[in-house]
């Protein structure tokens, strides 16, 4: 098959780390820089059976990172996932060379409180955010901002970037990070918050508060989180024009699958 060098580069990976059976991140060298925003996806592509497999993935490093970073999810069932799951330290894949995605921290509201809802591999946009911000933002802009990134998982050791949040959020006054547990019995020293992220996203919107006039919200990862919180926040008398959401997949209706970018678990 040929590739689009036009479209395409060649990524070599450098690093992967793997966190549990299926929940591992790769950090690749890319050709070219990719100009990209924190938030923002790319493309990634894998040739099989003579064609390419490709699925956006949301960027989890800094554009001030000289290489890039991404979170996976394996779903065994998944096109590309399992092709991903198989490459290691000195393999290569592909990636369009244009990142694309609307799901930015919002600038224009002159909101300075923002409300970043996760589950799992949901989160990589938001380490994006908050390098970003750690390493190239002024201390005086800093001073008038709040981030809130609640995440949700089933278990603990499915927060693949707790350490760095929790270590972030200590140094800077700027970010809050709350893990939650939805399966403590499972997770015997677990000693953080534990429920779904609906009953966490209410709690924290009452004790920080996160009111429509000041926060900006935003949604990632699981479809039917993204539904919930949604209508919590809507209630709670959020507009849309102030609910940003990105969600990883669109449920099966039927007997066919739809899918959408980016599609952080195929």
């Known amino acids: 098959m040929a590739i689009s060098i036009d479209k395409f580069q060649r990524l070599e990976i450098i690093e992967r780390k793997d966190y549990c059976d299926d929940l591992w991140s790769i950090r690749v060298r890319a050709e070219s820089k990719l100009a990209f925003k924190p938030g923002q996806y790319a493309t990634l592509g894998v040739e099989s059976g003579g064609r390419m497999v490709q699925r956006a993935y949301s960027i989890v490093s800094s554009p001030l990172e000289d290489d890039i970073e991404f979170f996976f999810e394996l779903v065994p069932e998944g096109e590309l996932t399992p092709l991903l799951f198989k490459l290691g330290t000195g393999d290569s894949l592909w990636m ?4 694309r995605g609307l799901f930015l921290l919002d600038s ?18 938001y380490v ?25 998982a089933s278990r603990s050791w ?13 140094s800077s006054p700027w970010l809050q990070y709350v893990p939650t547990v939805s399966r403590p019995w499972e997770d015997a020293d677990w000693k953080g918050e534990v429920g779904r992220i609906e009953d966490l ?3 924290y919107i009452d004790s920080l508060a996160l009111e429509p006039a000041n926060t900006t919200a935003y949604l990632c990862g699981h479809p039917q989180m993204i539904e919930n ?7 709670r008398g959020f507009s849309k024009e102030h609910v940003r959401e990105e969600i990883y997949w669109i449920p099966a209706k039927g007997p ?3 899918t959408t970018s980016p599609a952080q678990s195929l």
């Open 229 to 235: 919180c949604k209508g919590i926040l809507q209630r």
């Open 256 to 258: 066919k699958t739809v």
């Open 96 to 99: 369009r060379r244009q990142a």
């Open 158 to 170: 499915e927060f693949a970037y707790r350490d760095e949040l929790e270590e972030l959020s200590r």
């Open 201 to 203: 996203a209410r709690k």
């Open 108 to 125: 224009a509201s002159g909101h300075a409180k923002h409300l970043l809802l996760a589950t799992v591999t949901g989160v990589a946009p």
């Open 128 to 152: 994006s955010m908050a390098r970003s911000i750690a390493r190239g933002m002024a201390g005086a802009e800093a001073a008038n901002l709040q981030i809130v990134v609640i995440q949700a």
